[in-house]
């Protein structure tokens, strides 16, 4: 198109002729809904004239081509498509090629050409609205977001719908080596489910427990839907409440999250009404991966309803069969371990020596000495992302170079771990600052989120590289993320840590957020925000955010006063009551006290809660707030009350009636009489 010629189509749709009507269909709802111009061959040529023609002056009157690509795909066609767009791209670089993959597309006869783009997977179906808002935003270069919401589905007569969960990218290429390299583990684990409750794949990092999970999903009995799938990863904070509600969803069972709809905190009665309906129909299987996040140094959960959701899943009272990922192995509140013999985990090795020989052979190393893929394969014990690193250190390094450091890491006695952190180290090479920087993120992220960690000498390829040295991992979808261990040794090499927090702390803060907020979820990018302010030890941003952004009101309107109390307890120093204080103002110290208290109070926990509102009241006092400390002693009068301690109750409210009129407060002053009223008549 030349510069003077305005694009009369938004999209170029090109296909082969066996996907003719898939794409048809497909073309009418990017018109009807996307209100978008596209330009469809059977649309848009008359016949009798040249195709060949047609389809070069169709490609010159377009802003973006979508290239359609399914199983029957043939790779001439494909390869001829795509020279033919990218030759558009060259000579207007803001013409977009987008790679779109119909249901049954198999990506390994593409891969080369995916790397390079974010495509649009529509694996689900034509009806997959999450794959329709990208390609819409893909078309009209904006941003997907978050995407649209999730339409609710009819359940079905008889039973309730599941509508299912989040699954890690499993390509067919991965499913091959898979099936090939662990089909012993996967057949004596599915083995194991039809005699026990459940499975808790352990390992090292890096070793594959999550991969595993994901091929047992794949080999699953046709009897067992689409399970549910939580990940743990980057959700340290994880309540039973964040669970439960991602229950209901997949089950279609509303019921199952009435905590919220009552404005109260998750418990165990909401538990006994998830296990009802896991005792119906067929059952389910539940995979909860890198539980290991939500664990304290005593490998228990820090979250004691999420310990009664485990404790309650071990021992019985349902039909589901629960898979759990994790490097070490939990026990629960009752001082039992989660599985009671050690028979009852599968603790996952790294890959037999002859797989690992064959992995390395078909990813690139096929012309190294069979004796010296050997001596690698059993040098990092078959670990498999020790084995990914290693291929892409082989290519840059050479081969000897790669044994002579194998020779002392053995001389030293390092074990897997640390031999997989110093082949880490030297492949990321230019690249390591940048992995270092979004080694802060916690989450998934788009591209926008990665290239605000870039700096001066970051190289535009940068993204491309760490993709290919298998040190950023992505779903092809626009998120990045980076594997657990990565991230782990890349953070312990950042050095100024806290100015890359601050960095994260203004992305996040940027985000835009819903107009109406519904969920935890819809805040998130404000608690990512608070968790970044306080690791920079920002901790009055941290505390702004709460306020500001009524944060504090949404999770207690929610009944998430689990998470609510993570965020105040991230402002408060290691002793909470005689350490000094990590924030300026001390009036904002007390403020975090006395909220505590409530939060505590809410969750029952009022003895606890009259701990926080003694010290609360204490600073107040100190400092001369008046105020405050009439609002922390009608705070104990409501707990002894609460306690039954009546007296006590009575004492309390008639001190904070009596700052109330002294300072002319009319909220401290009707709410004491109220109290004292309902307690004295």
């Not at 009369?8 to 009418?28: I, M, N, R, Y």
């Not at 006994?272 to 539940?286: G, I, S, V, Y």
């Not at 809410?602 to 809660?609: C, F, I, N, P, W």
């Amino acid at each position: 198109m030349s510069p003077d010629e305005e694009a009369k189509f938004d999209v170029f749709l090109s296909h082969s002729h066996t996907d003719a009507e898939w794409v048809e269909e497909l073309a009418k709802r990017l018109e009807d809904r996307g209100k978008l111009q596209v330009w469809l061959d059977v649309w848009e040529l008359v016949p009798g004239e040249s195709f060949i023609q047609g389809m070069a002056h169709g490609l010159n009157k377009v802003k973006s081509c979508a290239v359609c690509i399914s199983k029957q795909t043939p790779k001439g066609w494909f390869q001829e498509e795509i020279e033919r767009a990218l030759n558009r791209k060259t000579s207007d670089p803001s013409f977009r090629v987008i790679p779109l993959l119909l249901p049954d597309a198999e990506t390994y006869n593409v891969d080369d050409f995916l790397g390079l783009k974010t495509w649009v997977n529509f694996k689900e179906g034509i009806d997959d609205e999450m794959a329709f808002h990208r390609l819409v935003c893909g078309i009209k270069s904006l941003p997907p977001g978050r995407g649209p919401k999730k339409r609710e589905l009819e359940p079905a007569l008889g039973t309730a719908q599941i509508i299912p969960t989040y699954l890690p990218e499993y390509s067919q290429k991965l499913k091959g080596f898979v099936d090939e390299n662990r089909g012993e583990e996967i057949n004596q684990d599915l083995s194991y489910l039809q005699d026990h409750r459940i499975l808790l794949i352990s390992g090292v990092g890096g070793v594959g427990k999550t991969t595993l999970a994901r091929a047992l999903v794949e080999n699953r009995p046709d009897t067992i839907p689409l399970p549910f799938w939580f990940d743990f990863r980057g959700r340290t904070e994880t309540t039973l409440g964040d669970v439960l509600e991602k229950l209901a969803d997949y089950m279609n069972t509303p019921d199952i999250a009435r905590f919220k709809e009552e404005g109260r905190e998750a418990g165990q009665d909401d538990i006994r009404r998830l296990l009802k309906e896991l005792n119906k129909d067929n059952p389910l299987w539940l995979i909860f991966d890198n539980l290991e996040t939500i664990l304290d140094e005593d490998k228990c959960f820090h979250d004691r309803g999420l310990d009664s959701l485990f404790s309650f899943l071990r021992d019985g009272g349902h039909r589901a069969k629960v898979i759990i990922t994790s490097r070490i192995v939990p026990e629960t509140g009752d001082e039992e371990g989660l599985v009671d013999i050690l028979d009852e985990k599968h603790d996952l090795k790294g890959l037999k020596t002859g797989f690992a020989v064959d992995y390395l052979v078909k990813n690139g190393l096929g012309e190294v000495e069979p004796v010296h893929l050997e001596e690698l394969a059993t040098g990092f014990d078959g670990h498999p992302l020790a084995l990914k690193l290693l291929i892409g250190v082989v290519k840059k390094f050479g081969i000897q170079n790669t044994l002579d450091d194998l020779s002392t890491f053995r001389r030293h006695k390092e074990k897997i771990i640390k031999r997989t952190r110093n082949l880490f180290a030297k492949l990321a090479g230019d690249e390591k600052e940048l992995l270092e920087r979004i080694s802060v993120l916690r989450l998934p992220e788009p591209l926008s989120a990665i290239q605000e960690f870039f700096t001066h000498t970051t190289t535009t390829d940068a993204v491309e590289n760490l993709i290919d040295k298998s040190l950023l991992e992505t779903d092809h979808e626009g998120h990045y993320w980076l594997h657990p261990l990565v991230r782990e040794f890349a953070y312990d090499d950042l050095k100024n840590k806290i100015e890359v927090h601050e960095i994260a702390l203004q992305y996040y803060l940027l985000l835009p957020l819903p107009e109406e907020r519904m969920s935890k979820e819809d805040i998130q990018p404000l608690i990512e925000a608070h968790y970044h302010a306080c690791r920079a030890e920002d901790y009055n941003k941290a505390l702004n955010i709460i306020m500001d952004n009524n944060i504090y009101e949404d999770l207690d309107r929610w009944g998430n006063y689990r998470t609510l109390i993570d965020l105040y307890l991230k402002l408060l120093p290691e002793d909470h009551f005689n350490d000094t204080s990590l924030l300026d103002n001390p009036q904002s110290h007390s403020l975090v006290l006395g909220n505590l208290g409530l939060a505590y109070r809410d969750l029952g926990q009022v003895e606890k809660a009259i701990e926080y509102y003694e010290k609360a009241l204490v600073i107040a006092r100190e400092i001369g707030d008046r105020r405050g400390e009439g609002a922390d002693l009608g705070n104990l009068g409501n707990a002894y009350r609460n306690l039954g301690q009546v007296e006590k109750a009575i004492e309390y409210y008639e001190q904070s009636l009596m700052i109330g009129r002294e300072i002319r407060d009319p909220r401290i002053i009707n709410f004491c009489e109220t109290q004292l009223n309902s307690l004295k008549n």
